[in-house]
C-alpha cells in the first residue's frame, strides 16, 4: 500500500499502467480496512479454536480426541456489519465509527493504558496484548452490554459480581492443571440449598470400592433398578455403564457444601459453597474437579435476588447454616417453615468465567499480572 502510494504521488509506475496501481490500491485498501474493524470488534483469533486443541484425551491409530476446555459464543461479522462498515467511509463518520467498535469495557482502556508504557519488556508486552485480545471476543450476551453479571477470573482466583457501580469481590477455587475449569458463558437460573452430590464417573471409579471412605463421607448408591443401596453394593461395571451412581448426602460433608448456583453448560460444572473453606487460605487454589467453589456464598445468593426480601434471605441464611447432623451435640429439631430447597430467580443473571493474566487487583482501579497457571497465554500468543 504505502509502496502503491508513492507510485501515484510520484507518478513512478515503473511501465504499469496507473489504473491498475489505482486498482491495487482500492482493492488493498480495502481489504486491509475490513480486516482491522472486524479483528477491533471480533477479534483477530477464535477462542473455542485455540482452547479446545491443547489438552489430548487418548490418542490411538485411528483418531486423537481433544478435550473440551471452552464453550464461548463468540459472534462474527455479518452482511449488517459489512454494509454499515461501508455507510461508515465518509470522511466525517469513519473516525468515531472506527473507534466505536472496540471494547468499552474499563478492563480494555486500562489494558491500553499499559500498553503505552514504555518500561514494559517484550514479555509483559505480549501479555497484555493477549489480554486486549480476550476482551473483543464479542460473546452472544456480552459483557459491555450488561449491567448486573458475575465474572470469574481464573488466573486471579477471583469473582467479581457487578451491580452497575456496586462490586462484590470474593476468592474461588478452581480445577486442577489436569481437570481445568472450562472458560464459558451462561446464565445463573437457580439456586439449591443442601445439595445431594452425584458424583462423576471420573471420580466415581476411584472410589466405588472404597466402602469405608464412603460411609465416612455420607454417600451411598443409588441404582436405577434398585433405588438407594449401601456403598457395599456398589457395582464399579453398572456405575461406568451409568446404570448406578454415587450419591452424597446433604450435610456439613457435602462437597457442594450447603448451596449450589446452577447455569445451563455442557461441561456439568457449576458454582458452589464447600465443605473445605481452608483452601481459601491458599495462594494457588486449583484443587477442584473443574466447578468453581465460592468464598461467600450467601452474600452471593443475596447479590443473585432481584428483590431483596428479607423473609427470603432469611430462610436461605437458615438453611445454610442450620445444623442436619441428627448426631451432632448442638442438633436442635429443623423448623422446615423456615427451610428452602430452591430458589429460582426472577431475572437469570450473566455469569463469565474467564481468563485473564492481567486483571483487576483486590479493588477496579488499577491492574496487575497474575500467574498463567494453566499456560493458555503461549497458545494464544502463538496464534495472534
Known sequence: ??????????????????SNIFAR?????????FRYITSLHYGFVSPNDIFNRIDTVYVDSVKKKMSRLCDMPVLRPDSIFYSKSVQMLSPDSIVGYVAGLSPQQPLYTLLKQRLANEELTPQQRKRVLCNMERCRWRLSTHIDDCKKYIEVNIPSFGLRAVDADSVLTMRIGCGTVKQKTPLLSSKIKRMELNPQWIVPKSIAKGIAYSYSYMHRNNMFIHDKKLGKLPPEQSSLEKILNGEQYIVQESGPKNSLGRIIFRFENSFSVFLHDTSSPWIFQYKNRA???????????????????????QELMDKIHYSMTVQLDKTAKDYKPIDKSKMKKAVYLDKEIPLFISYYTVYYASNDDYIVEYEDIYGYDKHLAGKL
Do not use: M, W
Open 287 to 309: 484443587v477442584s474437579h473443574g466447578c468453581v467453589r465460592v468464598q461467600k456464598p450467601y452474600d452471593l445468593a443475596v447479590f443473585l435476588l432481584e428483590k431483596k426480601d
Open 25 to 33: 490500491l482500492e482493492y488493498n485498501l480495502s481489504l486491509s480496512y
Open 1 to 18: 500500500i504505502r509502496a502503491d502510494i508513492a507510485r501515484v504521488r510520484s507518478l513512478s509506475c515503473d511501465g504499469t499502467a496507473l
